[in-house]
Each structure stands twice: as C-alpha cells, then as structure tokens.
C-alpha cells in the first residue's frame, strides 16, 4: 500500500473511532416545554412556594440511607464529598453543559411536571440542558427514594437523585438536589462560613453535629448568601426548637427560605461551568 493511501485509511480509522468513543450531543434531546404535560393537581401553585431546607429536613427523618450534611448520599466509591476534579463537572462541548437525565415512571405525569419545570429553571439562567438519557453511561435518575438527596458532583455510570413523592416534589427541592449532582455543595458549610455565621452546637440534636461541619468549598468568587436555596434555615437540626445557625450580622435574621435559585446560585452554575 502507497503510503499516502495508508495514511488515508489511518486517518478515517481514527475518526470513525473517535466519533464511537465521544458522545454525540447534537442527537440528543434537550427538554423543553413540550415536554410538560400540563396536567395540573389540586394545590399544585403551592410546589413554588415551599422552601427546600424545610422540606428536606422532613422528608428525611426517616431516611434509612446513610446521608452526610443531611441529604447527600455518600459515594461508595470516593471517600471525599468535595468536588473540586473536572471529572466531578458534567462535560461541556462548544456552549452547553449537556446533563442526561431519565425520570422515574413511578411519578405520575403531574409530578413528572414537577420536576421537568424545575430542570427547565436551569435552561433559563444557566448554560445547562438537560437531555433525555439514551445511552449516555453518566445521567441523573429521578426516582422516588426514602427522602430528599443525591449525590455530589457528576459519578459514573448513572446516579441516583432521590425525589420522595410525599415531601420532596418541590421546585426548590428539586434544584437543591439537582445543585449537588452539579456539584454545589451547602452554603452554611462553606470555607468561609465563619465570617457570617455562628454554629449553635448545644441546640444541635445528638448525632447531627457533622452536617455543621465547615468544608473546602470552591466559592467561586460569590459571596455568602442567605438566600441560597442551598442554605439551611436557623433552625436546622435543632433539638430544642433554638437556632442552630446565627446570622453574626443580625441574630435576628431569618434565612434559609429560598423557593427559587438566588441570583448567587445562577452565578455559581455560571462560573464552575464557564457559561
Ligand atoms: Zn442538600
């Protein structure tokens, strides 16, 4: 064989294994509005109005899966809960930051409706779209587990984010967890926490000391911010109805109530994924 020819058939072996290996994003489905049922159930307005700290300290309770800092299910194959590698990102190609995801069929249509508003929240501010999973090996799995988590950062081969049906169907629950399979971590247990708040140990209950504990967190440059829907509320994990967490510039400030991403939030997406 001529070496140029063998040169050619080199090249197109290449490419053909190239185009095998690498996902091809521009097959995939983005979500959109198409994709929302509509079916409206009774009450459903108020799943904007519910706050996700609120409704993830209920709804876990009784949680038997071992969760770290309240709702994150520890990996079984990484020891650590930070979330600083580029593996723990979710891959970008050209603008967007494509994430799988497949939803359980246990959610009827309405609480699929549920969710797929809240991942759409992401397509407006951030430059993550989420697709329809096919065979994509990494994605989110919406299922309906024994509480409100997920895991931090991307995992491979498919992860779980659990959505319990009563309790965590919530726009804002659904961001927060959908937030810590980007990667984001709480908001009261970040690097420089210190400096705004003052964790009340003897109000803690017994046991749940470690969800305080201060992590090395990558802030991205956003200031700390009280009305993360990543913030817990002041009295979290409280045992005696006290505060657990004080505002050091105002005791009296109550936090922890957001419904909706915060404009620090968006920021975050923005920054970790270079939108
Ligand atoms: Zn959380």
Known sequence: MKPTILLLVLLSMTAAALSASISTPAVDRVIDKSDISGIMAKGSADTNKTDASEAISKANADSKTPLLYGDIKAPSTKNAVLCTSSTCRWPKYDRYVYVPVAISSQYTPTEQD?????????????????????????????????????????????????????????QSTVQHEVLHALGFHHEQ??????????????????????????????????????????????????????????????PNLDFGRATNLSANDIARVNRLYQC
């Open 114 to 170: 549920i969710i797929i508003r809240a991942l759409l929240t992401f397509h407006q501010s951030t430059c993550i779209r989420f697709v329809w999973r096919t065979t994509h090996r990494d994605y989110l799995y919406f299922f309906s587990g024994d509480g409100c988590w997920s895991l931090l950062g991307r995992q491979t081969g498919g992860q779980y984010v659990s959505l319990k049906k009563a309790g965590c169907l919530f």
């Open 189 to 250: 247990v970040r690097s420089d926490r210190d400096q705004y708040v003052q964790i009340l140990y003897q109000n803690i209950l017994s046991g749940q000391e470690s969800n305080f504990q201060k992590t090395a967190t990558n802030n991205l440059g956003t200031p700390y911010d009280f009305n993360s829907v990543m913030h817990y509320n002041k009295y979290a994990f409280s045992k005696n109805g006290q505060p657990t967490i004080l505002a050091k510039s105002n």
